[in-house]
């Protein structure tokens, strides 16, 4: 298996895990596309691998459909010499944060400083231009965005979704989507059940982000839910390097199953006033992070 099947097959094993989705789920290769932005191909040779592993089951004329997600671990899919597309991206990750990186570097500086081929760099520089905070310069190299990078602009990035995020749901336009909720609410169980112990921080983070997004989704505004999402893309690489707190995203978990509770009680307003205290809750917790 080449390192690109691998990196698929183990952001597929993460979503798998992140959405919860239950034994016998149909993953087709064309829904796969929008969450890998990826070609079919890979995609269907990740699938095979997956297969292989016991964790898909293929039916004829049908497709991949969900056998065991436990069947095996990320961990086992990723290289040994911590050379995986998902290790050097979050090197990176690191990297710039700690303003090691500077805003504009070439391709070769960054294949000699992770040892890496271009082939596998474009592939990481490619994941990192779809989130956000890198992109393409018109001649030679690559220029980073702005990221959420000081303590300042941490607190900051609370106070805009605490303004914004209750406001959606207080939105005329808000609809309760019974289908999207009852989706967040089986992700919430499965942190509640148990996988909060089990999860690593980036699949955490990625349930906790789905949680605000979904919400934000509901609110009717376009320009909301892609604020809200725009958000997590620059939070996603501060949250990556904080230690991982259990109990933190045990009392996180907890309230958002009282926010989802008061939602399908059509209780609206609580449900707003809940999560106002969640996001000003979340940024006092951690208003003296050491994390820069």
């Not at 909301?224 to 996180?252: C, F, G, K, P, W």
């Amino acid at each position: 298996m080449n390192e690109l099947h691998r990196n698929l097959s183990e952001r597929i094993l993460r979503h798998i895990r992140t959405a919860d989705l239950p034994e016998g789920a149909h993953l087709t290769e064309q829904s796969l596309q929008a969450l890998l932005g990826t070609s079919r191909q890979p995609i269907r040779s990740a699938l095979a691998h997956l297969e292989t592993r016991g964790v898909l089951e293929r039916i004829p004329n049908k497709g991949f459909f969900l056998r065991d997600p436990s069947a095996v671990d990320v961990e086992e899919l990723q290289p040994g010499n911590g050379q995986s597309d998902e290790a050097i991206y979050l090197r990176i990750a690191e990297e710039k944060l700690a303003r090691i990186l500077p805003d504009k570097v070439s391709e070769n500086d960054l294949m000699r400083r992770y040892n890496i081929s271009r082939l596998q760099l474009r592939r990481i520089l490619t994941r990192i231009a779809g989130e956000g905070w890198i992109e393409r310069n018109e001649g030679r190299g690559w220029t980073f965005a702005s990221l959420i990078d000081s303590l300042e602009a941490y607190r900051e990035s609370y106070d805009l979704r605490r303004m914004l995020e209750p406001q959606g749901l207080r939105s005329a336009d808000f609809r309760l989507d019974v289908k999207l909720l009852s989706g967040l609410r089986r992700q919430q169980e499965l942190l509640r059940d148990g996988g909060w112990k089990t999860l690593g921080q980036m699949d955490l983070f990625e349930t906790n982000s789905a949680f605000h997004e979904g919400l934000a989704q509901m609110s009717g505004n376009r320009f909301l839910h892609s604020t809200i999402a725009r958000m997590n893309q620059l939070r996603r690489l501060v949250e990556y390097r904080q230690t991982l707190d259990r109990d933190r995203v045990r009392s996180q978990n907890a309230e958002h199953l009282e926010i989802i509770d008061a939602l399908e009680a059509e209780e609206v307003e609580t449900a707003a006033e809940l999560l106002e205290a969640h996001i000003g809750g979340a940024k006092a917790r951690k208003a003296n992070a050491e994390i820069f």
